[in-house]
């Protein structure tokens, strides 16, 4: 079945400086990859996702990019503030699957120091 | 729109009782549900599938006996505890498949079994 890797499983940088969270998937057939914000006590939170027929996607400060070839596919996020202090998911999951389900990574805690 | 509303956010029971949480897609139809258990600081652990009208597909490991769900409509989902135990003890979130946004997660439930 997929296998999804995640690193680092930690990440504090500067407000404002740029974090990037790398993930590895093993499967090639997948081919919707999304990533959540989950805030401590609470369920995870869309931030952005792509398709395997993308190569990148960009919302406002956070950009996701998708290597078929190499199978990893990252989340980059500009100009961090406080409030992006959370911990972060990717995920992979594939069309024709039963029930399409979501295989996570382990999870990034981004700490965002003012 | 995609709002998925879980309840309860909070349950403490004794042991050897049942809990009963539920989950509602409140503004889409969702054919498929997910159950998930997250342990402090871990990732999302995929318990079991459910579709609307049918039995649920366990992941492998989970007792099927020991947390049932019942997917008896198009927009409501519920997970029981049956019997449980200290080390049940968890942070159980659903989601549904379906809506704009592909995946949409309810906000979780912290169970603490006493």
């Known amino acids: 079945g997929e296998n999804v890797e995640q690193h680092p499983s930690t990440l504090s940088v500067q407000e404002g400086d740029s974090a990037v969270i790398k993930c590895t998937y093993s499967?090639?057939?997948?081919?919707?990859f999304p990533w959540y914000k989950q805030e401590l006590g609470k369920g995870p939170q869309l931030i952005i996702d792509?398709?395997?027929?993308?190569g990148e996607k960009k919302d406002q400060r956070i950009a996701v990019t998708l290597n078929k070839t190499a199978k990893h596919f990252s989340l980059h996020i500009t100009e961090t503030q406080p409030e992006d202090s959370a911990v972060y998911f990717c995920?992979?999951?594939?069309?024709?699957?039963?029930?399409?389900?979501?295989?996570f990574g382990a999870g990034t805690i981004l700490r965002v120091k003012s | 729109g995609a709002v998925v509303s879980q309840h309860p956010s909070r349950v403490i029971c004794k042991s050897g009782t049942s809990v009963k949480i539920e989950c509602r897609s409140l503004d889409f139809q969702a054919t498929t549900m997910f159950w998930y258990r997250q342990f402090p600081k871990q990732s999302l652990m995929l318990m079991a599938t459910s579709n609307e009208g049918s039995k649920a597909t366990y992941e492998q490991g989970v007792e099927k006996d020991k947390f049932l769900i019942n997917h008896a409509s198009l927009t409501l989902s519920t997970l029981t505890v049956t019997s449980a135990h200290p080390e049940d003890s968890s942070f159980y979130i659903c989601?549904?498949?379906?809506?704009?946004?592909?995946?949409?997660f309810g906000s979780g439930t912290r169970l603490t079994v006493v």
């Open positions: 792509i398709r395997s027929n993308v």
């Open positions: 989601s549904a498949r379906g809506g704009p946004r592909g995946y949409t």
């Open positions: 499967d090639s057939a997948s081919n919707y």
């Open positions: 995920a992979a999951s594939k069309a024709g699957e039963y029930g399409n389900k979501l295989v």
